[in-house]
């Protein structure tokens, strides 16, 4: 009877084992990545030679956006631009105008990012002459009326030319800052 309880024992111990050695091998593996689709990157539209406008809370139009080609990725919610243009409009103050090469725009639309060839424009004023920026990259936040970008910028209008690396632009205290290595020109008008 002794023997019986020692080959049972020996059993037991190897069945244990056997269980503690797959228990183990799973918790050591990778997950398995799912089959459904969830992971993939791809489209779920595109929109050709589009608009958009938002509007404020008079009624007036506050942002129009137009591009080339848009595309919409569900996984991460991105809107995928090309060629887009930015305007920003504001009663009392000229349009400005953003305009890239390509932009992104996060879900809900709260950020938005120009890339390549990145063009920003104020239009004149009678008493201000045109403005323009341009930069590889910037990072705009629409309902804050914010643009940053840690890039190198021209900014420019009729008598004035500065070169900086990054800037910060509040456009609702009206203050630009530029963050370093910042050049300017400034020629006296002709009267």
Excluded: C
Aim: avoid cysteine; charged fraction near 25%; glycine fraction near 4%.
């Amino acid at each position: 009877m002794r023997d019986r309880y020692a080959i049972w024992f020996q059993v037991g111990l190897l069945s244990l084992l056997a269980m503690l050695t797959f228990w183990l091998e799973r918790t050591v593996q990778a997950p398995q990545p799912k089959n459904d689709g969830s992971s993939r990157h791809d489209p779920d539209y595109t929109v050709e030679n589009f608009t958009a406008t938002r509007m404020g809370l008079d009624g007036l139009p506050r942002h129009t956006l137009t591009a080339a080609k848009m595309v919409h990725y569900p996984d991460d919610d991105t809107t995928h631009l090309e060629k887009p243009h930015f305007t920003r409009l504001e009663k009392d103050r000229p349009p400005l105008h953003i305009q890239s090469d390509r932009g992104l725009l996060s879900s809900e639309g709260e950020h938005a990012y120009f890339t390549g060839n990145v063009l920003v424009t104020r239009e004149a004023t009678q008493d201000k002459s045109a403005l323009t920026l341009t930069t590889s990259y910037l990072h705009v936040i629409p309902d804050q009326d914010r643009a940053l970008t840690d890039k190198p910028v021209n900014i420019r209008n009729a008598h004035t030319n500065v070169n900086a690396v990054g800037l910060e632009l509040n456009n609702q205290t009206h203050v630009m800052k530029l963050l370093s290595r910042v050049k300017g020109e400034y020629e006296k008008p002709k009267r």
